[in-house]
């Protein structure tokens, strides 16, 4: 079976710190992979999606970058974060160019003080 | 006009009570539909997904109206562990990525 994990679970960082969020897929090969965020009580933006090591599409633009440096790797970054940058972050796989639909990781809670 | 569309509620029901949700979807190309669950400050997680014939799963129902452009989950018997949100999702092929269009969800508190 698939499993998908993201560390850290929280985190707490200065404005302008760097920033780097790890998300790693198991039990499956070649996934499309996504970032979203949820601000409190909003919904879940996409940020990024890939479908194949280096490959990386972004949706806004942002303070934020993402790479995908292996099959099962998803990272997301930032130089410098803001107080806007707050929020869950979450990552997603899905088999790629099936029908189905998107599993989330447990998501990595951030806070920009 | 919002590409997924959902009462945001909160929808507050007693125990065993039978709830529905609706949901409305603005592009006509989308092709697969899905409920989400979300627990507070957890991630979402698949309830269901929505079939044309509609289907059910236990105590919840799903129904797809493709000339409508509306999807429904209906609730039956709650319980206090249905307290949730639930987030209606559409997806659409792009090229080799398939995007889903997520909805904000609707609240639900079950009350003993």
């Known amino acids: 079976s698939q499993t998908i994990h993201q560390w850290p679970a929280t985190l707490v960082q200065p404005v302008g710190s760097p920033l780097s969020l790890e998300c790693t897929v198991e039990?499956?090969?070649?996934?499309?992979l996504y970032w979203y965020r949820q601000a409190a009580g909003r919904g879940l933006q996409l940020l990024f999606y890939?479908?194949?090591?280096?490959?990386i599409s972004s949706e806004v633009p942002q303070n934020l970058s993402a790479s995908r440096p292996q099959d099962r790797q998803f990272i997301l970054s930032s130089k410098k974060l803001l107080l806007s940058d707050s929020g869950f972050y979450l990552c997603?796989?899905?088999?790629?160019?099936?029908?189905?639909?998107?599993?989330f990781g447990p998501g990595t809670r951030l806070l920009v003080l | 006009r919002k590409e997924v569309e959902q009462d945001p509620g909160p929808f507050n029901v007693p125990e065993g009570a039978t709830v529905a949700f609706n949901c409305t979807y603005s592009n006509s190309a989308s092709q697969s539909f899905f409920w989400y669950r979300q627990d507070c400050r957890k991630e979402p997680k698949l309830l269901m997904s929505v079939y044309s014939s509609g289907n059910e799963d236990g105590r919840f129902t799903a129904q797809l109206n493709r000339a409508s452009q509306y999807i429904s989950l209906l609730i039956r018997d709650s319980k206090l562990s249905d307290s949730a949100t639930y987030l209606c999702v559409v997806g659409l092929n792009a090229g080799n990525n398939r995007k889903l269009i997520w909805g904000l969800g609707t609240s639900l508190a079950v009350n003993p």
């Open positions: 890939s479908v194949g090591i280096g490959q």
């Open positions: 997603a796989w899905m088999r790629t160019g099936s029908q189905e639909t998107q599993y």
């Open positions: 039990g499956t090969s070649n996934p499309n």
